[in-house]
Protein backbone atom coordinates (compact mmCIF):
# COMPACT_ATOMS: atom_id res chain seq x y z
CA UNK A 1 0.00 0.00 0.00
CA UNK A 2 1.20 3.21 -0.94
CA UNK A 3 0.14 6.94 0.71
CA UNK A 4 -0.08 9.94 -0.64
CA UNK A 5 -0.82 13.23 0.62
CA UNK A 6 -1.85 16.49 -1.73
CA UNK A 7 -2.02 19.70 -0.30
CA UNK A 8 -3.16 22.82 -2.48
CA UNK A 9 -2.50 25.39 -0.40
CA UNK A 10 -5.04 28.06 -0.09
CA UNK A 11 -7.72 26.33 -2.60
CA UNK A 12 -10.42 26.52 -0.29
CA UNK A 13 -12.88 30.09 -0.71
CA UNK A 14 -16.37 31.54 -0.46
CA UNK A 15 -18.35 32.30 -3.54
CA UNK A 16 -17.27 34.84 -5.86
CA UNK A 17 -19.61 37.04 -7.64
CA UNK A 18 -16.77 37.48 -10.77
CA UNK A 19 -17.32 33.93 -10.98
CA UNK A 20 -20.99 33.68 -11.02
CA UNK A 21 -21.67 33.03 -7.32
CA UNK A 22 -19.35 30.11 -7.84
CA UNK A 23 -16.41 29.38 -5.20
CA UNK A 24 -12.77 28.83 -7.38
CA UNK A 25 -13.34 24.96 -6.66
CA UNK A 26 -16.84 24.69 -8.14
CA UNK A 27 -15.73 26.97 -10.91
CA UNK A 28 -12.27 24.85 -11.70
CA UNK A 29 -12.31 22.01 -14.15
CA UNK A 30 -11.12 19.06 -12.22
CA UNK A 31 -12.21 15.77 -13.99
CA UNK A 32 -9.42 13.76 -12.37
CA UNK A 33 -10.06 15.07 -8.85
CA UNK A 34 -13.34 14.97 -9.05
CA UNK A 35 -13.42 11.34 -10.55
CA UNK A 36 -11.44 10.67 -7.45
CA UNK A 37 -14.23 11.98 -5.01
CA UNK A 38 -17.02 10.48 -6.53
CA UNK A 39 -15.53 7.18 -5.61
CA UNK A 40 -13.98 8.12 -2.20
CA UNK A 41 -14.88 10.46 0.81
CA UNK A 42 -15.31 14.14 0.93
CA UNK A 43 -15.80 16.15 4.05
CA UNK A 44 -14.88 19.18 6.10
CA UNK A 45 -12.05 18.84 8.81
CA UNK A 46 -11.40 22.08 11.10
CA UNK A 47 -7.52 22.27 10.57
CA UNK A 48 -6.53 25.29 12.27
CA UNK A 49 -7.67 24.72 16.22
CA UNK A 50 -9.14 27.75 17.73
CA UNK A 51 -6.76 30.03 20.19
CA UNK A 52 -4.00 29.36 17.20
CA UNK A 53 -3.49 32.53 13.89
CA UNK A 54 -5.01 30.88 10.70
CA UNK A 55 -1.72 30.28 8.37
CA UNK A 56 -0.19 27.48 6.87
CA UNK A 57 2.51 27.41 9.67
CA UNK A 58 -0.58 26.24 11.94
CA UNK A 59 -2.83 24.15 9.53
CA UNK A 60 -0.23 22.01 7.96
CA UNK A 61 1.63 21.29 11.30
CA UNK A 62 -2.21 20.37 12.53
CA UNK A 63 -2.46 18.21 8.82
CA UNK A 64 1.49 16.34 9.66
CA UNK A 65 -0.38 15.47 13.12
CA UNK A 66 1.27 17.92 15.26
CA UNK A 67 -0.86 20.21 17.31
CA UNK A 68 -0.03 23.63 17.12
CA UNK A 69 -1.97 24.55 20.79
CA UNK A 70 1.12 22.31 22.22
CA UNK A 71 4.31 23.07 19.38
CA UNK A 72 3.80 25.79 17.45
CA UNK A 73 5.93 29.02 18.70
CA UNK A 74 5.90 31.38 15.43
CA UNK A 75 6.06 30.46 11.95
CA UNK A 76 10.07 31.18 10.99
CA UNK A 77 11.35 28.87 13.71
CA UNK A 78 9.52 26.36 10.80
CA UNK A 79 10.67 27.98 8.10
CA UNK A 80 14.33 28.27 9.41
CA UNK A 81 14.54 24.57 9.81
CA UNK A 82 13.66 24.23 5.82
CA UNK A 83 16.46 26.72 4.54
CA UNK A 84 18.90 24.67 6.65
CA UNK A 85 19.31 26.92 9.61
CA UNK A 86 19.82 25.11 13.09
CA UNK A 87 18.41 27.66 15.94
CA UNK A 88 19.90 27.18 18.99
CA UNK A 89 18.94 27.92 22.35
CA UNK A 90 17.97 31.80 23.10
CA UNK A 91 18.00 32.28 19.53
CA UNK A 92 15.16 34.16 18.15
CA UNK A 93 14.39 33.95 14.17
CA UNK A 94 12.14 36.16 11.98
CA UNK A 95 10.30 35.29 8.56
CA UNK A 96 11.38 38.26 6.42
CA UNK A 97 10.03 39.21 3.27
CA UNK A 98 10.79 40.84 0.15
CA UNK A 99 7.99 43.25 0.07
CA UNK A 100 6.87 45.96 -2.21
CA UNK A 101 5.84 49.20 -0.51
CA UNK A 102 4.70 52.82 -2.11
CA UNK A 103 7.56 55.16 -2.88
CA UNK A 104 6.15 57.85 -2.02
CA UNK A 105 6.93 61.67 -0.64
CA UNK A 106 7.58 61.68 2.55
CA UNK A 107 8.81 58.45 5.63
CA UNK A 108 8.96 54.89 4.57
CA UNK A 109 6.21 54.92 7.90
CA UNK A 110 3.79 56.84 5.86
CA UNK A 111 4.21 54.30 2.88
CA UNK A 112 1.30 51.81 1.84
CA UNK A 113 2.01 48.00 1.58
CA UNK A 114 1.43 47.00 -2.32
CA UNK A 115 2.57 43.12 -2.41
CA UNK A 116 3.82 40.70 0.22
CA UNK A 117 6.55 39.11 -2.22
CA UNK A 118 7.76 42.11 -3.91
CA UNK A 119 5.74 41.30 -7.21
CA UNK A 120 6.24 37.82 -7.08
CA UNK A 121 9.79 38.40 -7.56
CA UNK A 122 12.21 35.06 -6.97
CA UNK A 123 15.53 33.61 -8.33
CA UNK A 124 18.71 34.94 -8.70
CA UNK A 125 17.09 38.64 -8.69
CA UNK A 126 15.71 37.76 -4.80
CA UNK A 127 19.03 36.66 -4.22
CA UNK A 128 21.04 39.54 -5.78
CA UNK A 129 18.63 42.13 -3.86
CA UNK A 130 19.54 40.48 -0.42
CA UNK A 131 22.81 40.01 -1.05
CA UNK A 132 23.81 43.45 -2.37
CA UNK A 133 21.65 44.98 0.35
CA UNK A 134 23.45 42.70 3.30
CA UNK A 135 26.96 43.50 2.13
CA UNK A 136 26.06 47.63 1.72
CA UNK A 137 28.39 49.09 4.58
CA UNK A 138 25.90 51.00 6.48
CA UNK A 139 23.27 48.60 6.17
CA UNK A 140 25.69 45.47 7.04
CA UNK A 141 26.67 47.68 10.30
CA UNK A 142 23.01 47.89 11.68
CA UNK A 143 23.09 44.06 11.45
CA UNK A 144 26.05 43.54 12.78
CA UNK A 145 25.00 46.56 16.00
CA UNK A 146 21.92 44.15 16.11
CA UNK A 147 23.41 40.84 16.60
CA UNK A 148 20.95 39.39 13.24
CA UNK A 149 22.02 37.28 10.79
CA UNK A 150 19.86 36.46 7.18
CA UNK A 151 19.70 33.44 5.00
CA UNK A 152 18.62 34.07 1.07
CA UNK A 153 16.70 32.32 -0.02
CA UNK A 154 15.68 32.18 -3.85
CA UNK A 155 12.64 33.67 -3.64
CA UNK A 156 10.77 36.64 -1.43
CA UNK A 157 11.03 34.52 1.39
CA UNK A 158 13.61 34.99 4.15
CA UNK A 159 15.22 34.19 7.38
CA UNK A 160 16.76 36.51 9.65
CA UNK A 161 17.68 35.09 13.23
CA UNK A 162 18.76 36.99 16.22
CA UNK A 163 21.53 35.67 18.07
CA UNK A 164 19.83 36.59 21.17
CA UNK A 165 16.44 38.58 21.83
CA UNK A 166 13.02 38.06 22.38
CA UNK A 167 10.04 37.10 20.62
CA UNK A 168 7.99 39.24 22.67
CA UNK A 169 7.09 41.33 19.64
CA UNK A 170 4.17 41.86 17.95
CA UNK A 171 4.26 41.78 14.05
CA UNK A 172 1.65 41.63 11.43
CA UNK A 173 2.23 38.97 7.77
CA UNK A 174 2.42 41.68 5.13
CA UNK A 175 -0.23 39.39 3.30
CA UNK A 176 -3.04 40.83 5.75
CA UNK A 177 -2.25 44.58 5.16
CA UNK A 178 -2.40 44.41 1.40
CA UNK A 179 -3.22 48.41 0.20
CA UNK A 180 -3.33 49.69 3.67
CA UNK A 181 -0.63 52.00 5.26
CA UNK A 182 2.22 50.15 6.99
CA UNK A 183 2.33 52.67 9.55
CA UNK A 184 -0.05 51.11 12.11
CA UNK A 185 1.28 47.69 11.58
CA UNK A 186 4.89 47.81 12.15
CA UNK A 187 6.56 45.88 14.97
CA UNK A 188 5.43 47.06 18.71
CA UNK A 189 7.33 45.68 21.69
CA UNK A 190 10.58 44.53 22.71
CA UNK A 191 13.26 45.30 20.23
CA UNK A 192 10.33 47.51 18.10
CA UNK A 193 13.12 49.85 17.27
CA UNK A 194 15.86 47.98 15.98
CA UNK A 195 13.65 45.83 13.58
CA UNK A 196 11.97 49.04 12.45
CA UNK A 197 15.17 50.44 11.86
CA UNK A 198 15.95 47.88 9.45
CA UNK A 199 13.52 47.75 7.56
CA UNK A 200 13.33 51.89 6.90
CA UNK A 201 17.28 51.22 6.27
CA UNK A 202 16.18 48.18 3.39
CA UNK A 203 14.06 50.67 1.77
CA UNK A 204 16.68 53.51 1.44
CA UNK A 205 18.81 50.75 0.22
CA UNK A 206 16.34 48.90 -2.18
CA UNK A 207 14.43 51.36 -4.04
CA UNK A 208 17.85 52.41 -5.58
CA UNK A 209 18.88 49.38 -6.48
CA UNK A 210 19.67 48.79 -10.48
CA UNK A 211 17.07 45.94 -10.10
CA UNK A 212 14.44 47.62 -8.84
CA UNK A 213 14.83 50.22 -11.78
CA UNK A 214 14.51 47.52 -14.40
CA UNK A 215 11.58 45.97 -13.01
CA UNK A 216 10.09 49.50 -12.97
CA UNK A 217 10.82 49.49 -16.26
CA UNK A 218 9.29 46.64 -16.92
CA UNK A 219 6.24 47.32 -15.38
CA UNK A 220 6.48 45.27 -12.19
CA UNK A 221 6.45 46.28 -8.48
CA UNK A 222 9.69 46.94 -6.99
CA UNK A 223 11.31 44.44 -4.02
CA UNK A 224 12.18 47.33 -2.07
CA UNK A 225 11.10 46.81 1.57
CA UNK A 226 12.07 44.06 4.27
CA UNK A 227 9.09 43.13 6.44
CA UNK A 228 9.44 41.17 9.69
CA UNK A 229 6.73 39.01 10.91
CA UNK A 230 6.35 35.20 12.17
CA UNK A 231 9.27 35.30 14.74
CA UNK A 232 9.97 32.12 17.20
CA UNK A 233 12.08 30.33 19.35
CA UNK A 234 13.12 26.87 18.42
CA UNK A 235 10.91 24.20 17.80
CA UNK A 236 10.98 20.36 18.23
CA UNK A 237 8.41 17.79 16.49
CA UNK A 238 8.46 14.29 17.77
CA UNK A 239 8.98 11.80 14.58
CA UNK A 240 6.65 11.18 12.10
CA UNK A 241 7.55 7.87 11.46
CA UNK A 242 7.46 6.73 15.11
CA UNK A 243 4.01 8.06 15.52
CA UNK A 244 2.69 6.38 12.50
CA UNK A 245 4.93 3.82 11.18
CA UNK A 246 5.87 4.94 8.08
CA UNK A 247 8.59 7.07 6.41
CA UNK A 248 8.93 9.04 3.54
CA UNK A 249 9.65 12.59 1.53
CA UNK A 250 8.22 15.79 1.54
CA UNK A 251 8.21 17.73 -2.18
CA UNK A 252 7.49 21.54 -1.47
CA UNK A 253 8.90 24.72 -3.36
CA UNK A 254 8.20 26.77 0.19
CA UNK A 255 10.72 26.43 3.46
CA UNK A 256 7.78 26.18 5.78
CA UNK A 257 6.61 22.75 4.42
CA UNK A 258 10.21 21.78 3.97
CA UNK A 259 11.02 22.89 7.99
CA UNK A 260 8.08 20.86 9.10
CA UNK A 261 9.48 17.77 7.31
CA UNK A 262 12.94 18.51 8.38
CA UNK A 263 11.86 18.68 12.31
CA UNK A 264 9.71 15.61 12.15
CA UNK A 265 12.55 13.23 10.67
CA UNK A 266 10.73 13.10 6.71
CA UNK A 267 12.92 13.60 3.78
CA UNK A 268 13.03 16.64 1.64
CA UNK A 269 13.61 16.46 -1.90
CA UNK A 270 14.17 19.92 -3.39
CA UNK A 271 12.70 20.54 -7.27
CA UNK A 272 14.84 22.30 -9.75
CA UNK A 273 12.72 25.12 -10.88
CA UNK A 274 9.63 24.77 -8.10
CA UNK A 275 8.48 28.10 -7.44
CA UNK A 276 6.02 27.90 -5.12
CA UNK A 277 4.02 30.01 -7.99
CA UNK A 278 1.55 29.01 -10.35
CA UNK A 279 4.26 28.96 -13.31
CA UNK A 280 6.19 26.14 -11.17
CA UNK A 281 7.82 22.45 -12.32
CA UNK A 282 4.75 20.29 -12.03
CA UNK A 283 6.46 17.45 -14.16
CA UNK A 284 9.46 17.63 -11.53
CA UNK A 285 7.21 17.24 -8.15
CA UNK A 286 5.27 14.54 -9.62
CA UNK A 287 8.45 12.85 -10.55
CA UNK A 288 10.19 13.65 -6.90
CA UNK A 289 6.49 12.17 -5.45
CA UNK A 290 6.74 8.94 -7.92
CA UNK A 291 10.66 8.65 -6.78
CA UNK A 292 9.73 8.88 -2.98
CA UNK A 293 7.28 5.85 -3.32
CA UNK A 294 9.43 3.39 -5.26
CA UNK A 295 11.74 4.06 -2.10
CA UNK A 296 9.68 4.18 1.20
CA UNK A 297 5.53 4.38 1.00
CA UNK A 298 4.53 7.54 1.92
CA UNK A 299 5.08 10.95 0.22
CA UNK A 300 3.77 14.51 0.50
CA UNK A 301 2.82 16.77 -2.16
CA UNK A 302 2.79 20.51 -2.07
CA UNK A 303 1.55 23.06 -4.46
CA UNK A 304 2.05 26.71 -3.01
CA UNK A 305 -0.19 28.63 -6.32
CA UNK A 306 -3.69 28.57 -5.18
CA UNK A 307 -2.82 30.43 -2.13
CA UNK A 308 -0.59 33.10 -4.04
CA UNK A 309 -3.87 34.08 -6.23
CA UNK A 310 -5.73 33.83 -3.01
CA UNK A 311 -3.52 36.33 -1.48
CA UNK A 312 -3.62 38.96 -5.13
CA UNK A 313 -7.58 38.81 -5.52
CA UNK A 314 -7.42 37.10 -8.19
CA UNK A 315 -10.22 34.55 -8.94
CA UNK A 316 -9.60 33.77 -12.32
CA UNK A 317 -6.39 32.32 -11.42
CA UNK A 318 -6.97 30.76 -8.58
CA UNK A 319 -9.27 28.68 -10.67
CA UNK A 320 -6.37 28.28 -13.29
CA UNK A 321 -4.47 26.79 -10.32
CA UNK A 322 -7.22 24.65 -9.04
CA UNK A 323 -7.35 23.21 -12.90
CA UNK A 324 -3.05 23.14 -13.20
CA UNK A 325 -3.47 21.40 -10.31
CA UNK A 326 -6.10 18.32 -11.83
CA UNK A 327 -3.70 18.44 -14.93
CA UNK A 328 -0.38 18.51 -14.26
CA UNK A 329 -0.45 16.96 -10.81
CA UNK A 330 -2.99 14.68 -10.44
CA UNK A 331 -3.65 13.27 -13.91
CA UNK A 332 0.04 11.61 -14.50
CA UNK A 333 0.50 10.90 -10.45
CA UNK A 334 -2.96 8.90 -10.63
CA UNK A 335 -2.25 7.17 -14.08
CA UNK A 336 1.14 6.20 -12.85
CA UNK A 337 -0.04 4.47 -9.67
CA UNK A 338 -2.92 3.00 -11.41
CA UNK A 339 -0.04 1.13 -13.95
CA UNK A 340 1.96 -0.07 -10.83
CA UNK A 341 -1.00 -2.22 -9.85
CA UNK A 342 -0.66 -1.22 -6.18
CA UNK A 343 -2.69 -0.43 -3.27
CA UNK A 344 -2.62 3.61 -2.70
CA UNK A 345 -4.64 6.03 -0.72
CA UNK A 346 -5.01 9.54 -1.67
CA UNK A 347 -5.86 12.61 1.04
CA UNK A 348 -6.46 15.69 -0.86
CA UNK A 349 -7.15 18.88 0.72
CA UNK A 350 -6.72 22.67 1.50
CA UNK A 351 -4.67 23.73 4.59
CA UNK A 352 -6.77 26.81 5.21
CA UNK A 353 -9.14 29.32 2.96
CA UNK A 354 -7.17 32.04 1.48
CA UNK A 355 -10.05 34.01 -0.05
CA UNK A 356 -9.97 36.16 -2.81
CA UNK A 357 -12.21 38.45 -1.33
CA UNK A 358 -10.08 39.49 2.01
CA UNK A 359 -6.75 38.16 0.58
CA UNK A 360 -5.68 36.60 3.74
CA UNK A 361 -6.21 33.29 5.26
CA UNK A 362 -8.80 32.32 6.98
CA UNK A 363 -9.57 29.11 9.71
CA UNK A 364 -12.69 28.12 8.25
CA UNK A 365 -12.77 23.96 7.65
CA UNK A 366 -12.12 23.10 4.58
CA UNK A 367 -12.62 19.99 2.16
CA UNK A 368 -10.52 17.46 2.73
CA UNK A 369 -10.71 13.94 0.31
CA UNK A 370 -9.93 10.73 1.16
CA UNK A 371 -9.78 8.09 -1.84
CA UNK A 372 -8.71 4.40 -1.52
CA UNK A 373 -8.06 2.74 -4.86
CA UNK A 374 -9.65 -0.50 -3.45
CA UNK A 375 -13.14 0.83 -2.79
CA UNK A 376 -15.67 2.75 -4.38
CA UNK A 377 -17.91 4.58 -1.71
CA UNK A 378 -20.55 5.26 -3.92
CA UNK A 379 -21.17 8.74 -2.60
CA UNK A 380 -20.82 10.52 -6.16
CA UNK A 381 -19.99 14.06 -4.70
CA UNK A 382 -17.65 15.92 -6.43
CA UNK A 383 -14.26 17.86 -4.82
CA UNK A 384 -16.15 21.23 -3.74
CA UNK A 385 -16.94 22.82 -0.19
CA UNK A 386 -20.29 22.53 -0.35
CA UNK A 387 -20.48 19.35 -0.85
CA UNK A 388 -17.82 18.16 1.77
CA UNK A 389 -20.20 20.28 3.79
CA UNK A 390 -23.24 17.46 2.72
CA UNK A 391 -21.24 14.54 5.12
CA UNK A 392 -22.91 14.47 8.38
CA UNK A 393 -18.88 13.42 9.71
CA UNK A 394 -16.74 16.97 10.43
CA UNK A 395 -13.49 16.23 11.79
CA UNK A 396 -12.86 18.90 14.47
CA UNK A 397 -9.05 18.32 14.60
CA UNK A 398 -6.65 18.27 11.51
CA UNK A 399 -4.39 15.90 13.70
CA UNK A 400 -7.05 13.20 12.83
CA UNK A 401 -6.03 13.10 8.93
CA UNK A 402 -3.11 11.14 8.86
CA UNK A 403 -4.53 8.18 11.29
CA UNK A 404 -6.97 8.47 8.85
CA UNK A 405 -4.94 8.72 5.82
CA UNK A 406 -3.24 5.34 7.26
CA UNK A 407 -5.81 3.58 8.30
CA UNK A 408 -4.57 3.50 11.98
Known sequence: MKYVLVIGDGMADFPVAQL??????????????????????????????DGVPAGSDTAILSIFGYDPRKVYTGRSPLEAAGSGVRMKKGNVSFRCNL?????????????????HSGGAIDGQDAMTLMNDLIATPSFAALLAQSGMT???????????????????????????????PIAGYLPTGEGQDMLRGIMRASWEVLKAHPINAARRAAGKMP??????????????????????????????????????AELAGLEHTPVPGATGEIDT????????????????????????????????????????????????????????LDARKEDYRILFLSDHY?????????????????????????????????????????LEEGTQLMPLLFGL
Open 99 to 115: AAVTEGDGAYEEQTMLS
Open 20 to 49: GGRTPLEAARKPVIDALARRGRVRLVKTVP
Open 354 to 394: TPVSTRTHDGTPVPCLLYDSREDSGRGLPYTEAAAAQDGER
Open 223 to 260: ANSLWFWGQGSAVELDSFAGKYGHDGDAITAVPLVAGI
Open 281 to 336: NYQGKVEAALAALDRGDFAALHVEAPDECGHAGDAKEKVRAIELLDTEVFRPLVAA
Open 150 to 180: FTVNPSYRHIAVLETGSDRVETTPPHDILTR
